[in-house]
């Protein structure tokens, strides 16, 4: 290490005397130190030589703000003197020529020059000037901001302005930032900041504005530091004027209730300071006021089959108003009142009765059917004749003469001379008649079976 300190300051010293120019001797770390009031600087200098191998002779000095320069620490390898107005402030340190300043003031602020005269061994001729500066800022640490509005009191929207001012009692190059509702603001066409944002203009004042607000405050040696909130107030209004009635039923703007019903209207809408309210009926007299308040009360029994009214809401700080009108009509809702919802989610008792009594019905009739028809003898008598029929033998009319036994017309159809008999049961068995022109034996009368055994008796 020492050989290469020696070998830099030969170099040095061989450029110097041959161009007269001389290479870094000294070197700080940074050209820009920050430093808070009440706490310690320390203006670190690194030398890339041994104090041991030169000879130097060096000052420190201090040029504040307004150009006045003072000399703070002057010395040499064997010693140094301080100003004897910074005795109790300053630190020196002769390792390196760096300083140490104890306890920094606003005053501290300015450009710190260091400068040094290098007397190269076994060169006496040679001497190499070195000079560093280094700007010192000193900055105070912010207080808890405070927050104030003007006017104090609350504004009317669309005619009101509000200016909002954040500040601090300590701190230097405070950085301010506003808030509503915790919420960052930034500018826009109403939101106005002004004098490093310490003051908000908001212009226009409306509805919407109001809110909660604090600002926040901060510079490079402060966290941040946020003021309390202030609520601003706004005169608004009316808004969404409407009107309501937990009775009847409602389809738009028209309330239909039962005879001698009392129903009650409430009128609503979004205000400050609260609206009052008047009521009119424009059916009789439209300039008449009935009564006063957001609450009209009605007997059906004293109106017409239908009335007009009117609710007028109206501010009486922001000078504006708003009306609604709705039509009553008095007729009968039935027993049970059926009341249909808006947005068509009930269904009406009427409509479930008919679903019900239809469906009763149908089952009534099923059920006499079945008893009166017999549907599954039905069936399995179609489904087992066509075989039955297939299977019996052929008959010629005479094997069971029992069964031919009856009275009988004889109709004499003309065209065929041939005559066709057929018993009871065979003619139960036609469907139909083939031949029209046939003789045709039509039963008028039938013995039962059960007396022909006295007869073959």
Not at 396 to 417: L, Q, R
Request: proline share 5%; with cysteine; charged share 20%.
């Amino acid at each position: 290490m020492e050989a290469t300190r020696t070998t830099v300051l030969c170099i040095c010293s061989v450029l110097f005397v041959l161009t007269d120019v001389g290479c870094e001797l000294i070197h700080l770390h940074s050209p820009v130190q920050q430093g808070s009031t009440g706490m310690p600087l320390f203006l670190s200098v690194d030398t890339r030589f041994s104090l041991d191998e030169v000879e130097i002779q060096g000052t420190w000095s201090h040029i504040d703000l307004s150009g006045a320069r003072t000399t703070l620490v002057t010395f040499t390898k064997e010693q140094y003197i301080i100003d004897m107005m910074y005795q109790d402030r300053l630190l020196f340190k002769e390792a390196n020529a760096s300083l140490l300043i104890l306890k920094l003031n606003k005053n501290d602020e300015g450009r710190y020059n260091l400068t040094l005269n290098i007397k190269f061994p076994n060169k006496s001729a040679v001497v190499i000037k070195e000079e560093k500066t280094i700007y010192v800022k000193v900055d105070e640490p912010v207080s808890t901001p405070a927050i104030e509005k003007q006017p104090p009191y609350a504004v009317v929207e669309d005619k009101g302005n509000v200016t909002w001012t954040c500040s601090v009692e300590k701190g230097t190059r405070v950085v301010f930032q506003w808030f509503k509702d915790n919420v960052t603001l930034t500018p826009s066409e109403r939101f106005h900041f002004v004098q490093d944002n310490a003051t908000l203009l908001i212009s226009p004042v409306r509805k919407e504005d109001m809110g909660n607000y604090s600002c926040a405050a901060s510079n490079p040696v402060s966290q941040i530091r946020k003021s309390s909130e202030v609520e601003l107030s706004v005169y608004y209004g009316p808004y969404n004027l409407e009107v309501n009635s937990g009775q009847g039923l409602r389809t738009g703007e028209v309330f239909t209730i039962n005879p001698g019903e009392l129903v009650y209207f409430e009128c609503q809408a979004d205000s400050n300071p609260p609206n009052s309210y008047v009521w009119i009926s424009k059916s009789r007299n439209p300039t008449q006021i009935i009564t006063e308040g957001p609450r009209l009360e009605v007997l059906s029994y004293k109106l017409a089959q239908t009335e007009e009214y009117l609710c007028r809401a109206f501010n009486n700080v922001t000078k504006k108003q708003d009306e609604a009108q709705f039509t009553l009509v008095v007729a009968s809702l039935g027993t049970g009142k059926e009341r249909y919802t808006q947005d068509g989610r009930s269904v009406s008792p009427l409509a479930v009765m008919a679903v019900c009594s239809s469906f009763i019905i149908g089952f009534m009739l099923l059920f006499l059917f079945r008893r009166a028809c017999h549907p599954k003898r039905v069936l399995m008598s179609i489904y087992n004749r066509p075989f039955t029929e297939q299977k019996r033998p052929q008959r010629s009319g005479h094997e069971d003469a029992t069964e031919d036994f009856g009275i009988y017309e004889f109709v004499s159809v003309p065209g065929k001379m041939e005559s066709t008999q057929a018993s009871c049961r065979s003619l139960a068995r036609l469907e139909s008649v083939q031949d029209i022109h046939t003789t045709i034996y039509d039963v008028i009368r039938h013995v039962p079976e059960s007396p022909s055994v006295s007869l073959l008796k």
